[in-house]
């Protein structure tokens, strides 16, 4: 198990994190790698990584989930980035060959961000042979 550390740099952030995690896939990695994020209010998903397509994605998930008018922002203000990492997930499970993610062209291993900016930890795992 491997952990990489990302910084991300908009309060809703969407990054491709692919080449971190095939640097911490052990060279002769066969089968199935988990990508997790260690953050109530990050997710991880695979889409493709076009720039304009991140922002788009970025922009949805804030369009979808007001702001504000939410219980726990008396806590800690931040509910809508709960609610956009809890639509995305925490994690997403890639076949992995020969040491790197077998994605398909336009597949990219994406990092959201829903609270940032922040460092976020990742967590990759492969299981199999
Ligand atoms: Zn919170």
Redesign the pocket.
């Known amino acids: 198990m491997a952990t990489i550390s990302i910084e991300t740099t908009d309060r809703t952030d969407v990054l491709d994190v692919t080449e971190e995690v095939t640097r911490a896939l052990p060279d002769d990695a066969e089968g199935i790698a988990t990508v997790f994020v260690r953050h ?2 990050a997710g991880v998903t695979v889409n493709e990584a076009e720039s304009r397509l991140l922002g788009d994605l970025a922009d949805a998930l804030e369009g979808l989930v007001p702001d504000a008018g939410w219980a ?1 922002d008396e ?2 203000d ?2 809508d980035g ?1 609610v956009r990492a809890a639509l995305i997930g925490p994690s997403t499970s890639v076949p992995v060959s020969d040491g790197r993610p077998a994605l398909g062209t336009w597949q990219s291993i994406l990092l959201v961000e829903c609270d940032g900016p922040r460092t976020r930890t990742l967590q990759v795992e492969v299981a199999g042979t």
Request: hydrophobic share 25%; glycine share 0%.
């Open positions: 109530t209010t726990h806590i800690d931040n509910a709960h």
